[in-house]
Nanobody
Framework: VQLQASGGGLVQTGGSLRLSCTAS????????VGWFRQAPGKEREFVAA????????YYSDSVRGRFTISRDNAVSMVYLQMNSLKPEDTAVYYC???????????????????WGQGTQVTVSS
């Protein structure tokens, strides 16, 4: 499956952005999809993930309550709605997918087989 992330940009503290991850070339509904981010000089970190069913979502502690992940299998897309953005949310955001993800690994970047190219999110103070 091929992934493409989009929707990043420059926003002020407290603002909102919605990222999109477009998938092609696979049975998208069968994939777990995650969002990760990487700030300069830091390791890639887990942000959120959604299992095959949109009702099963997972978040990092740092974004829970501010970000919402959702998916629309009919159009092979996953979204990350980001509200109340903070300067520390500044990073390149990546979407990733895997067809055989187990719950205990869902926060581990190395366990995802497919990655999009990333989209820059910059939150100004």
């Amino acid at each position: 499956v091929q992934l493409q992330a989009s929707g990043g940009g420059l926003v002020q503290t407290g603002g909102s952005l919605r990222l999109s991850c477009t998938a092609s070339g696979g049975s998208f509904s069968q994939y777990t999809v995650g969002w990760f981010r990487q700030a300069p000089g830091k390791e890639r970190e887990f942000v959120a993930a959604v299992r095959r069913s949109v009702s099963h979502t997972y978040y990092s502690d740092s974004v829970r309550g501010r970000f919402t992940i959702s998916r629309d299998n009919a159009v092979s897309m996953v979204y990350l709605q980001m509200n109340s953005l903070k300067p520390e949310d500044t990073a390149v955001y990546y979407c990733a997918a895997d067809a055989r993800m187990i719950l205990s690994s869902i926060r581990m970047a190395r366990m995802y087989d497919y990655w999009g190219q990333g989209t820059q999110v910059t939150v100004s103070s």
